[in-house]
């Protein structure tokens, strides 16, 4: 069965500084993987997706991920934070019965 | 605007009552979800319908019930209503798991 695990339930980053919310997944198959941003009583706004092409996906807003398939990781990256980032972020994986899982997310918080 | 419409928006409802949550896509995709999101939970899954006609259950299908009678629309009701099931939900749609997925901007339902 597929799942997906989010490493971090809070992250703090100061504003300019790397952001890192990282997400193990398992899966007996090759799945396709997405990140997900809900801002503060919003709907959730697709981030990027790897759906087995390139490794190393780039996102919306600066964000990209890279998939590891021998760390089973997806991991999320940004090079500078900036204030508008602070979110709650999840980590997606599909099933091969056509479900559609989510981590229980990561809410990144940003320091002035 | 295309995408995914839920209504209504926010509901009340006393303990024992019943209701039907409407999601409608106009971009004419095959895949529908409920998801309900609780904090520290991340988004559950309901029940989800692969086509017309057609409904599976997720991980919380319990005092849930769907219909998919037509494409455009997926609707979840709930027969006699519990405090449990106070949450916010959201539905998304897809054409299928690899391409991500559109969401609504949720109900939130509390049951009193």
């Known amino acids: 069965a597929q799942s997906v695990t989010q490493l971090d339930s809070h992250v703090s980053v100061s504003e300019g500084t790397p952001v890192l919310l990282r997400c193990n997944y398992s899966s007996s198959y090759s799945p396709s993987l997405f990140w997900y941003v809900q801002h503060p009583n919003k709907g959730l706004q697709l981030l990027l997706k790897?759906?087995?092409?390139?490794?190393l996906v780039k996102g919306i807003n600066g964000f990209e991920a890279e998939f590891k398939k021998s760390e089973t990781s997806f991991h999320l990256t940004k090079p500078s934070a900036h204030m508008s980032d602070a979110a709650e972020y999840f980590c997606v994986v599909t099933s091969r019965d056509d479900k559609i899982i989510f981590g229980k997310g990561t809410r990144l918080h940003i320091l002035p | 605007n295309a995408g995914v419409t839920q209504t209504p928006k926010f509901r009340v409802l006393k303990t024992g009552q019943s209701m039907t949550l409407l999601c409608a896509q106009d971009m004419n995709h095959e895949y529908m979800y409920w998801y309900r999101q609780d904090p520290g939970m991340g988004l559950r899954l309901i029940h989800y319908?692969?086509?017309?006609?057609?409904?599976a259950k997720g991980e919380v299908p319990d005092g849930y019930n769907v219909s998919r009678l037509k494409k455009q629309n997926f609707l979840l009701g709930l027969e006699s209503a519990a405090p449990s099931q106070t949450s916010v939900y959201f539905c998304a749609s897809t054409p299928g798991t690899a391409y991500g997925y559109t969401f609504g901007s949720g109900t939130r339902l509390t049951v009193v």
């Open positions: 790897y759906t087995s092409a390139a490794t």
């Open positions: 319908s692969v086509g017309e006609g057609t409904t």
